[in-house]
């Protein structure tokens, strides 16, 4: 499957902002999907993610209760919602896919297979 993240830009803090990841190919359902990201000169670290079948969703404890993430599996899009910005959370965001994922690793990037480019999201203070 091949990921196309999007959305990123610059926005103000304390603003929102909403990240799309469109999926080709099919069995678009059977994968659990998540936003990692990478601030400056820091490594890529878990944000969110939602899990294949239940739709669970899981989130970093930086982001709990601020970002969003929702899959619409016809349109084989995973979005981000990301509120109440703060100028840490300037990063690049980067789509992540992986099938069948055990609940255990959602947060560990080496078990997601698939990537995206990244999108990149700028927080001014």
């Known amino acids: 499957v091949q990921l196309q993240a999007s959305g990123g830009g610059l926005v103000q803090a304390g603003g929102s902002r909403r990240l799309s990841c469109i999926a080709s190919g099919r069995s678009f359902n059977i994968y659990t999907l998540a936003w990692f990201r990478q601030a400056p000169g820091k490594g890529r670290e878990f944000a969110a993610a939602?899990?294949?079948?239940?739709?669970?969703?899981y989130y970093s404890d930086s982001v709990k209760g601020r970002f969003t993430i929702s899959r619409d599996n016809a349109k084989n899009t995973v979005y981000l919602q990301m509120d109440s910005l703060q100028p840490e959370d300037t990063a690049v965001h980067y789509c992540?896919?992986?099938?069948?994922?055990?609940?255990?690793?959602?947060?560990?990037?080496?078990?997601?297979?698939?990537w995206g480019q990244g999108t990149k999201v700028t927080v001014s203070s």
């Open positions: 939602i899990r294949y079948g239940t739709s669970a969703t």
């Open positions: 992540a896919a992986a099938s069948f994922l055990h609940d255990d690793y959602y947060n560990i990037e080496q078990y997601y297979n698939f």
